[in-house]
């Protein structure tokens, strides 16, 4: 039994802090709301995992002091947005080195950091024990529901991935390891805005065509720039790359296609943020993702369409026109570019 805090309750913190309870570790889930924390130890999370039971055994706090006191090994569970706020907190309340495991996705908007990359400017090399990414193919409701999935734990340091394995895997959880972190952070975020993109396509009554030509060309533009900055291309094509992709572009749990699909239908961003209650992470993404694409020189049409109708008001239609009428390319030519 390990001792780990869980800081984070929204969907994926609870349905994590509950597979490790579950693996009998001793687990303090953290939330930065006292009432939240009260209802989490009365055993439920309406608002994130509805009609979901939690065990006695899983504990709650709204205490951030005690949180990061009660383990050496973080699971950082957050949205992007809030991740250099939570660890500076976590790392001025620390009195030790501890190891991090974070299961955000995302990139940085301006700056084009990834999470572990913001995760050591804010805590320090000194306080911490390593990085892990753990990433892939996984809806909380799922999980919580102990359906079969696997996922992938990513970092320089083999050890510590091997750690991480240990902890979360279970008859229902499958971890593999990796040491490709850069190619597992890319395709963790990036996956997000072709969701977006999947799911305003559905909401236009696209059909499957379109879907199907849009994630395997969302791919092909993720595994360029992820090669790019120095990810290894077979990453894309493993659990982080084209799996997580699949599930998050074809289920109406991805929050981000059910953006997407509401965009499609004629809603305004403000109103799909204001209706949908939780972090869009693909349209912050999209952002940083076009911002990154023009820094180092990938071309990402999909991504630059996208971020047409989210940031500059293109409608979705023409937007979607400007794509069929690019100049035309040889398929192989353009995959060989990854290799």
Not at 18 to 27: E, F, P, Q, R
Not at 92 to 106: N, P, R
Not at 192 to 206: C, E, P, Q, S, V
Request: proline residues 3%; glycine residues 10%; charged residues 25%.
């Amino acid at each position: 039994m390990e001792k780990v805090t869980v800081f984070g309750a929204g969907s994926w913190g609870t349905a994590l802090a509950y597979v490790l309870t579950l693996n009998g570790h001793d687990v303090l889930l953290w939330t930065h709301r006292a009432d939240q924390a009260d209802e989490l130890n009365s055993g439920t999370n309406e608002r994130y995992l509805p009609g979901f039971r939690l065990p006695g055994t899983l504990k709650a706090t709204s205490d951030l002091q005690h949180a990061i006191r009660h383990s050496e090994t973080f699971v950082i569970a957050v949205p992007s947005k809030a991740i250099r706020e939570v660890c500076a907190e976590i790392s001025g309340g620390m009195d030790k080195s501890a190891l991090f495991i974070h299961v955000s996705k995302g990139i940085e908007p301006d700056t084009h950091k990834r999470i572990s990359e913001m995760i050591r400017e804010e805590v320090g090399t000194e306080q911490l024990k390593a990085i892990v990414v753990l990433s892939g193919p996984s809806h909380a409701e799922e999980v919580a529901k102990e359906h079969p999935t696997t996922i992938t734990a990513a970092s320089e340091d083999k050890e510590a991935a091997k750690r991480v394995q240990d902890l979360f895997m279970n008859q229902f959880l499958r971890v593999y390891t990796n040491t490709d972190v850069v190619g597992v952070e890319i395709g963790g975020a990036l996956k997000n805005i072709i969701a977006l993109a999947a799911g305003l396509t559905d909401g236009l009554g696209y059909g499957d065509n379109a879907k199907a030509a849009l994630i395997t060309r969302g791919l092909a533009e993720i595994a360029r720039l992820g090669v790019k900055l120095g990810a290894t291309p077979l990453t894309f094509s493993g659990l982080s790359g084209v799996g997580d992709l699949i599930v998050t572009c074809t289920s109406p749990h991805s929050r981000n296609w059910r953006a997407g699909n509401m965009l499609g239908k004629g809603k305004t961003v403000e109103e799909v943020e204001a209706s949908m209650g939780m972090v869009v992470e693909g349209i912050r993404t999209t952002k940083a993702a076009y911002q990154l694409s023009q820094k180092v020189g990938v071309p990402m049409p999909i991504t630059a369409a996208l971020y047409s109708v989210l940031f500059e008001q293109v409608p979705v239609e023409k937007a979607a026109e400007g794509l069929m009428d690019r100049v035309k390319k040889d398929e192989m030519e353009d995959m060989i570019d990854l290799l």
